[in-house]
């Protein structure tokens, strides 16, 4: 109760959050101050401030509240199956590739339920109040996060099977720098080249833009519709691939991309729930495509 008055500075919201009376708040904070032999707040017909007294009680209180937070989650990890809604922010195209597995994931887990974002911006775990947020290429410099690396990508050419047919087959790099290129715009406003290899080291290709996009919904869209090639990471293509809607381009020109990575915010222990998740995108995304 304690507490609750300081991070409301009101004994009437304490008591609202407490779900009981404002006397029974103000007769327990009475008590704690008794016991201690100090006063905890300053008391005026406008505002409850903490005491310096206070202050420091407060951040020990905090830290002991937490570890009995650590303990339950410890204990109910141990007797109960994975039980909550779990928010998790993910890249467009990855979220695409993802959410067919997540079938199986509320089988295995059907008290669990996703808060699902498919993003491509690039989202604070901590301000935003996600518990998982998958992110591709450069992490943040920052200290309040736990990092897990989920994969490796590659970034690859694709096609629909009707532009190839209309354009004829893309044999070379000389051929590629012919076709129509759906092209992604970074957040930056700059146009993203394709980077392939040639004579052992890799070049940038910057084709004429039949399409240019900022989103991996959109990109994916506009390849199956037949407007071009694009250079698309080889997880997030693969399900179309295997579908039968695009057709990789010119294999040997792969090159590596970046890495995924999970980032979940510094604090408590994780809890079950979110941790069966990113186990779940662990496993699919370092599995064979």
């Known amino acids: 109760m304690f507490v609750a008055v300081a991070q409301n500075a009101s004994f009437t919201r304490a008591a609202e959050q407490m779900a009981t009376s404002k006397s029974n708040v103000g007769k327990a904070v009475q008590r704690l101050e008794a016991r201690l032999g100090t006063k905890l707040f300053q008391r005026t017909t406008r505002a409850v401030r903490l005491t310096e007294d206070g202050e420091t009680y407060l951040e020990a209180a905090r830290t002991a509240l937490d570890g009995l937070g650590e303990a339950e989650i410890a204990l109910a990890a141990r007797r109960e199956d994975p039980v909550g809604r779990v928010r998790l922010d993910i890249a467009v195209g990855l979220g695409i590739a993802v959410i067919p597995t997540f079938a199986a994931l509320r089988e ?164 079950p729930k979110t941790r069966v998740v990113l186990d779940h995108l662990g496993e699919v995304l370092r599995s064979p495509i």
């Open 108 to 271: 295995r887990w059907p008290r669990v339920t996703l808060d699902l974002s498919l993003n491509d911006r690039q989202a604070d775990p901590v301000k935003e109040g996600w518990d998982i947020v998958v992110r591709i290429g450069e992490l943040p410099a920052s200290g309040e996060m736990t990092v897990r690396r989920l994969c490796g990508l590659r970034n690859c050419l694709y096609a629909a099977r009707a532009y190839l047919d209309r354009r004829g087959p893309i044999a070379s790099v000389q051929d590629l720098r012919a076709q129509d290129g759906i092209i992604f715009r970074a957040n930056s406003g700059q146009l993203r080249p394709w980077s392939v290899p040639e004579g052992g080291r890799l070049i940038e290709i910057s084709p004429n833009a039949s399409v240019v996009v900022s989103d991996g919904r959109s990109m994916i869209d506009s390849v199956r519709a037949g407007l071009g090639v694009a250079q698309i990471f080889d997880r997030v293509a693969a399900p179309f691939v295997a579908a039968g809607e695009m057709v990789h381009v010119l294999p040997e020109l792969d090159v590596d991309g970046p890495p995924v990575h999970a980032l979940i915010p510094l604090g408590r222990r994780m809890p």
